[in-house]
């Protein structure tokens, strides 16, 4: 199957380029790369969820914990 990109920025397509560059990969084998990686990341298990909404409830009252920071670093993909 062919797919083609249009109106892609030309600071986007300079950084695919220099990462293709990097990972020694063709433009378009480094594009299917960075596809296919955001769709197999792997799913956290009922056991993992379950630790995590626990330490969550611990850590929710403590006060030395900036939750407004915590958020922010969530939004911005940090954490």
């Known amino acids: 199957m062919n ?35 955001q769709f197999t990341v792997p ?11 626990a330490l969550r409830l611990r850590v929710a009252d403590l006060p030395w914990v900036d939750h407004g920071q915590v958020a922010r670093y969530k939004r911005q993909g940090r954490m």
């Open 43 to 53: 799913v956290a298990d009922r056991a993992v969820r379950a630790r995590v909404r």
């Open 3 to 37: 797919l083609s990109l249009k109106s892609i920025p030309n600071d986007l397509h300079a950084l695919l380029k220099d990462s293709a560059r990097r990972n020694r990969r063709s433009l378009n084998s480094e594009i299917l790369a960075r596809l296919q990686s």
